[in-house]
């Protein structure tokens, strides 16, 4: 059994197309793992939630997502974020709405705990450092969990009281020791590769695979400009940054 894992899409419908035709050429998944800010910042968001909800999936709420709907306030977010935010609301359809307001914040799967930011505070905590990443692995009861939110993939290993940061490699094979995984931005990496990043764990062989997947990047910068969002949004992505 294979699972699909996707962080941080934000409304990138060409980043998402992409990602999901990679994962048909490599056999398939039977469900998506989403961890949650389907939407802010892309010029697609009403299309990104159409097109994850075609697939069997599960899904925790972002930021984004919440932000979007008025389920969190935006006085965090910085000038383009909120400006970003505020347009995505306009283009949901009330179904869109239900939809994001029914994301619970956090899911479990088997071995794994899923959240979009961190188990602690599920929506807004950055797991970026060893410090945060060991005061989280006492939020979480199963042996790994799934995190998004940073956009930057990377690994926290428990070991005895400390606890070890790593890249997410190509192929991260589990031992005994607990994790804490993050797979990169679907629609907006931010770790200097601007190619649409994600993950895939097989289950049987108890394998994440992490990949990386060119997209028409100026595909979405076009999109972005003629909807008006914030240049800044629209060149960061030519970065990955
Ligand atoms: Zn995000």
């Given at each position: 059994m294979r699972h699909a894992i996707l962080a941080d899409i934000h409304g990138n419908l060409a980043a998402f197309k992409a990602v999901l035709e990679d994962i048909e050429e490599k056999g398939g998944a039977k469900?998506?793992?989403?961890?949650?800010?389907i939407v802010g910042y892309g010029p697609d968001p009403s299309g990104c939630i159409a097109l994850l909800r075609?697939?069997?999936h599960l899904c925790v709420a972002g930021n984004h997502d919440w932000a979007a709907i008025g389920k969190v306030d935006i006085s965090d977010f910085n000038l383009d974020a909120a400006e970003a935010c505020r347009?995505?609301?306009?283009?949901l359809s009330p179904e869109d709405v239900k939809y994001l307001e029914?994301?619970?914040l956090t899911l479990t799967r088997g071995d794994f705990t899923i959240v979009h930011g961190s188990p602690r505070e599920p929506i807004w905590e950055y797991v970026l450092s060893t410090?945060?990443?060991r005061d989280n692995f006492r939020f979480f009861e199963t042996r790994y969990c799934l995190i998004g939110h940073s956009h930057v993939p990377m690994v926290f290993e428990h070991v005895g009281e400390t606890c070890l940061?790593?890249?997410?490699?190509?192929?991260?094979?589990f031992g005994g020791n607990r994790l804490i995984i993050n797979p990169g931005g679907v629609g907006q990496p931010r770790?200097?590769?601007p190619r649409a990043a994600y993950a895939i764990y097989d289950e049987r062989d108890k394998v994440i695979y992490h990949y990386r997947i060119p997209y028409d990047i100026e595909d979405t910068q076009q999109r972005m400009v003629r909807q008006g969002l914030p240049i800044f949004l629209v060149t960061r992505l030519s970065y990955g940054r």
């Open positions: 469900e998506l793992w989403c961890l949650g800010d075609q697939y069997p347009w995505t609301g306009r283009q029914s994301l619970p410090q945060s990443a940061l790593g890249e997410l490699p190509a192929a991260l094979r770790d200097g590769d």
